[in-house]
């Protein structure tokens, strides 16, 4: 008796199966999040709740710099976050965002099913079930369920160009130029989208773009399939981020202010890159063997501990596999591949452009984690490269899948028990909201509590990890010090209560006075209890 159902039985099966997995896997990922707390992430407090709320109360220009220099990011993704967090009990939110968040085991599903044709229908859907759960539960990836990061939601997008690509084979290679370039110029268009609404997701467009080169096909139908994804990229880029940088260009004369301010001179950020380099390996040699080091030391690609061997494993095969394809391409049947050869091609070529942007200009996980979720699958495109005996490659793929899978540790950014509510903050009776700016100092994440403050009442923080009322060669503190000095009514001091002393500091650069017997507590759910204290002019103007 055959372990699996043949023929039209395993075929009816194979469906069901698939359309049940595309239809509840979402949820079952949403219901994971439950069991995960509720996100209470540093960047969560610093802007994404602000942002958002920011975007959908029209308090961009009304405030100045409450999320510090993340003010100044495209906050599009953190208006549908707010919209849930803010209007439903906090666990359901969580469930549609977790949930959200689970369309990438569908996606996921739908790519691995499209690159293993050459298994029978019923073995192949249990093998992209499979490797569709294992994308979706690595250490980075499971890190981010539920949280607002974004890097599993831009991820969508990534994902959904690469299902494009993968079902539109071998047409996109052979079939008529039409339909091929506009199927790949859909497929950059989700690439672009999920770039504009993140910028560092451009190493995924580029990735994806550049792997066209190497499709086989012809010279110039490469070329003209790189030249479509691209236009499609711009488009998504202008649909999704368009208005944004819109806004950064006419505001400050830099589309992704204040990021390559060295190439914009924008005067009003210091001429500076403003790249995070924190994390950048401290030697070309340690760059280039990157994966052996940040595997096993996870601080040096992020601020918290976690463990995946992943894209340590991809490092070490995918060239090993690509040399092996060059050396056996002559002697190996066509259906001896795991995968479809193509898709194997352009997937791990792809991933190897992003890999090597990635490691140039960032070097922070999160960015990797579409590249972690693809793992699974690109590890057996490149076990499926090598010269053994097909068995002994599908049980070394299986083998290795399996013990990155038990070893993984998921990351942890901060959580908190879930509660009726995502964000709250106690403001204590603020006399005359109307005519009071809040002043906000320090370099911790306090953005949070602003949508819990009178609404007619501006924000400004006047010491952050963009500016500071000493900066040099920063025209924004002129803006900063016009606003402050416009201001006619009473002043408030927002901090946290180890922030009081640096905020009077603060405050003094400014001729103000912050009144330490007058503060009093703003205690919230999600971080420290918070200091609202008095501030005085100390100089006539």
Request: net charge positive; with cysteine.
């Amino acid at each position: 008796m055959p372990p699996f159902p043949t023929g039209l039985q395993a075929d009816r099966t194979a469906r069901r199966l698939g359309w049940a997995f595309l239809l509840l896997a979402p949820f079952a990922y949403g219901a994971l999040t439950l069991g995960f707390g509720m996100d209470a992430n540093w960047d969560l407090r610093n802007y994404h709740w602000y942002n958002g709320y920011a975007l959908l109360t029209g308090r961009i220009g009304f405030d100045l710099l409450p999320a510090q220099m993340p003010t100044f990011y495209n906050p599009l993704l953190d208006v549908p976050f707010f919209l849930l967090a803010d209007r439903l009990p906090a666990r359901v939110a969580g469930f549609v965002w977790g949930s959200l968040q689970g369309v990438n085991l569908s996606l996921l599903f739908l790519l691995a099913s499209s690159c293993l044709q050459n298994a029978p229908a019923l073995q192949r859907t249990l093998m992209a079930v499979a490797l569709a759960a294992m994308g979706s539960l690595g250490g980075g990836t499971l890190g981010l369920i539920g949280t607002t990061f974004h890097d599993n939601l831009v991820s969508l997008g990534v994902l959904g160009a690469l299902v494009v690509v993968a079902r539109g084979l071998p047409g996109i290679l052979d079939g008529r130029p039409l339909p091929a370039f506009g199927r790949v110029a859909a497929a950059g268009l989700l690439a672009g989208a999920a770039m504009g609404m993140k910028n560092p997701t451009v190493i995924y467009a580029v990735g994806l773009c550049l792997a066209f080169l190497a499709l086989p096909a012809r010279p110039w139908r490469r070329l003209w399939l790189a030249f479509f994804f691209g236009i499609g990229v711009l488009g998504g880029l202008a649909l999704c981020g368009g208005f944004w940088m819109a806004h950064l260009w006419v505001e400050y004369g830099n589309p992704i202010f204040p990021h390559m301010n060295h190439v914009f001179k924008s005067p009003f950020a210091a001429i500076s890159d403003y790249v995070n380099v924190s994390f950048f390996p401290p030697s070309k040699v340690a760059r280039v063997f990157f994966p052996f080091v940040f595997t096993f030391i996870p601080l040096t690609v992020g601020e918290v501990d976690f463990f995946d061997a992943r894209v340590l494993a991809l490092f070490v095969l995918v060239p090993v596999g690509a040399l092996a394809a060059l050396a056996t391409r002559s002697s190996r049947p066509r259906n001896d591949w795991l995968t479809e050869a193509p898709a194997t091609r352009y997937l791990l070529v792809a991933l190897s452009v992003t890999y090597a942007l990635w490691v140039a200009m960032f070097c922070i996980y999160r960015y990797l984690v579409p590249v972690e979720m693809l793992a699974p699958l690109a590890l057996v495109m490149a076990v499926g490269l090598l010269p053994l005996a097909r068995r002994l490659r599908i049980g070394l793929a299986a083998g290795l899948l399996v013990l990155l899978q038990l070893t993984a540790q998921p990351a942890d950014w901060g959580r908190v028990s879930w509660a009726d509510r995502w964000v709250t903050a106690e403001v204590p009776p603020i006399a005359d909201p109307d005519n009071t700016m809040v002043l906000m100092a320090g370099y911790w994440a306090i953005a949070h509590v602003v949508p819990s403050l009178p609404p007619r009442m501006p924000v400004v923080r006047i010491q952050s990890n963009f500016l500071q009322p000493d900066s040099v060669g920063n025209g924004y503190l002129a803006i900063l010090k016009d606003k402050v000095a416009a201001h006619r009514g009473g002043f408030l001091m927002l901090s946290t209560i180890p922030d009081t002393a640096g905020a009077a500091t603060a405050a003094a650069l400014l001729d103000l006075r912050l009144d330490t017997t007058s503060c009093r507590p703003i205690p919230n759910n999600l971080g420290e209890t918070l200091n609202l204290c008095a501030v005085e002019r100390t100089a006539m103007e």
